[in-house]
């Protein structure tokens, strides 16, 4: 049972003109969409890669009016602050509002799992 | 007490022209210091941002021989695959090994974590 804050999320990813990159985007991709439902999650990609998110939003289903877009980044650059946001302006309506959540990498679940992921490298007893 | 994999790991992010970008790696940079101590982990850029890689090697403390590099990057493109193993080939020598570790987002805990984030933004009952 799904209790839905947004009708539905886009993943955006940086893009690569390395054609494996996107792969571990992809996999978190069909992690979440084969639980949650592909109404739900999209994926898109900001440039160099497809599908942009000006593909994925004119594919949308009509009924989405409150979209999210979750950047698969770890910190906020020129990018988030400038390019993303222009493009969400550009594609926001009457009918679809888009918010810009925090990337990724700013939730402290993450932030948590890479201090682990240090440590363990780092070796505990 | 610290049983460690390596003498000293060098968390390598990708750098940024904007001055704001680098704050979460240092945030980072600092929890897992303060824990493990400022002479088990270093913080480094690949580009645009300091100090570099070359920087942090050449400031090493001369014990360290075996010297593990975790690329704070979610996904292996371009970068990892050619730019920094280039990088770490010309820094090694046989006093210095140097190991290129998967980036963090490969680690199954960070896969995990962001799971979990996008499922939190969709709203679970």
């Known amino acids: 049972m799904l209790r839905k804050e947004y009708d539905h999320?886009?993943?955006?990813?940086h893009g690569s003109p390395d054609p494996l990159w996107k792969e571990p985007f992809e996999s978190l991709y069909h992690q979440v969409s084969q639980t949650y439902g592909e109404n739900n999650v999209s994926l898109a990609?900001?440039?160099?890669?497809?599908?942009s998110l000006e593909d994925v939003v004119a594919k949308l289903n009509k009924d989405v009016r409150n979209l999210a877009v979750l950047p698969l980044f770890l910190a906020i650059g020129r990018h988030l602050r400038h390019d993303v946001p222009a493009q969400i302006e550009s594609l926001q309506s009457d009918e679809l509002q888009i918010e810009l959540l925090p990337p990724i990498g700013d939730d402290v679940l993450v932030k948590q799992a890479m201090q682990t992921v240090v440590a363990n490298h780092l070796g505990k007893v």
């Open 9 to 13: 999320i886009i993943l955006l990813a």
């Open 45 to 51: 990609y900001m440039e160099l890669t497809a599908p």
